[in-house]
């Protein structure tokens, strides 16, 4: 199996055993569910360095709702009395 | 027409953000909703994966071929001593100076200047270019402007598949790098000795891309499956390199 292959598979491996825990564990917080997706998603893609045709925008895009939800997150913990 | 990973890779999109909307808005379930939301990573993500339009055997055949090619010139020549790498103004591409006959009559910018030339004959020296067998120097979808060695070195030989795994240390002029498991090389002894082994040879020029200087492999030792090459950076003034 080549190294892109690997990666796809472990992504989608990974993003199924994410859900599968955080749904077990009950939780009901999107936010949550976004984070650890995009979290596995720069993890894989460092370790296995797969080819991209285009500009990563999928990692761009996670990295963007990723610092929206920490910030939500920072900015409820600053302005809760 | 597009190719099938992302066709696959957008319909794998399409059901995700079909799922995703319907499990929000309909069903009102956050795990499903969040399933959706990771096909349209992944399904994004195979997209964005270029499928192989070669598989590596036939790329490995074609630059062993091309090896041949540039051995066969060697010996036809009588060629013994190191070739130079020297970057193109246009900073895309690297050729490699043979030198033939005589030596430390040309500066390695008036060798240089005899770009898209395949023989250099002036000054009493006599020698060829060649455009040295190389998988991919320079990265087409760079993170960053701007070029540093280690990544050139990465993409030149990781990413092309051509070894494991690079990295280098600097020692005044001297570039010292380390290649792990080389996956492709050739056997041909005149092409060792002049252009080096293959894996250094393709180090060499992504130093030379990289610097935006010659380049001269001085030295290359194996060490079980690691390959340590000593790379020189030249001035391009210089007229000592044979």
Redesign the interface.
Same mark, same amino acid.
């Given at each position: 199996m080549?190294r892109?292959r690997l990666?796809?598979v472990t992504?989608?491996l990974l993003?199924?055993i994410?859900?599968a825990v955080?749904?077990a564990l009950s939780?009901? &917080? #999107?936010d949550v569910? %976004?984070s650890m997706?995009a979290l596995i998603?720069f993890a894989s893609t460092a370790i296995f360095?797969?080819?991209? &045709? #285009?500009?990563?925008? %999928?990692g761009s895009s996670?990295l963007v709702v990723f610092s929206y939800v920490v910030a939500m997150r920072v900015l409820e913990v600053l302005v809760k009395p | 027409m597009a190719d099938e990973n992302v066709a696959l890779g957008s319909c794998v999109v399409a059901f995700g953000a079909v799922l995703s909307l319907t499990s929000y808005l309909i069903i009102g379930s956050?795990?499903l909703?969040?399933?959706g939301?990771?096909?349209i990573?992944?399904g994004?993500?195979?997209a964005?994966?270029?499928s192989?339009p070669l598989p590596r055997e036939v790329v490995g055949a074609l630059v062993r071929s091309s090896c041949s090619n540039i051995e066969a010139l060697l010996e036809a020549l009588g060629a013994t001593k190191r070739a130079v790498y020297i970057p193109l103004r246009g900073g895309k591409k690297v050729v490699a100076y043979i030198p033939i006959k005589g030596s430390g009559n040309l500066t390695v910018e008036e060798i240089a200047e005899n770009e898209g030339k395949v023989i250099v004959n002036r000054g009493g020296s006599f020698g060829v270019l060649v455009s040295p067998p190389t998988a991919s120097l320079r990265n087409p979808?760079p993170i960053e402007e701007g070029l540093d060695v280690q990544s050139v070195l990465e993409h030149a030989l990781?990413?092309s598949e051509v070894a494991a795994s690079v990295k280098f240390v600097v020692e005044g002029n001297d570039f010292v790098v380390e290649i792990k498991k080389p996956r492709i090389d050739v056997d041909h002894p005149r092409f060792k000795l002049v252009m080096g082994s293959l894996p250094s040879s393709i180090a060499a020029q992504a130093i030379a891309l990289a610097t935006s200087k010659p380049t001269q492999i001085v030295s290359e030792k194996r060490n079980r499956d690691r390959l340590i090459v000593h790379v020189r950076a030249l001035n391009w003034t210089e007229r000592d390199f044979t």
């Open positions: 080549d892109e990666y796809l992504l989608a993003n199924t994410a859900v955080l749904a939780e009901t &917080r #999107l569910y %976004v997706f998603y360095r797969p080819r991209k &045709r #285009l500009f990563d925008v %999928v996670l | 956050v795990p909703t969040a399933m939301i990771g096909l990573v992944v994004a993500a195979w964005l994966t270029p192989h979808h990781v990413d």
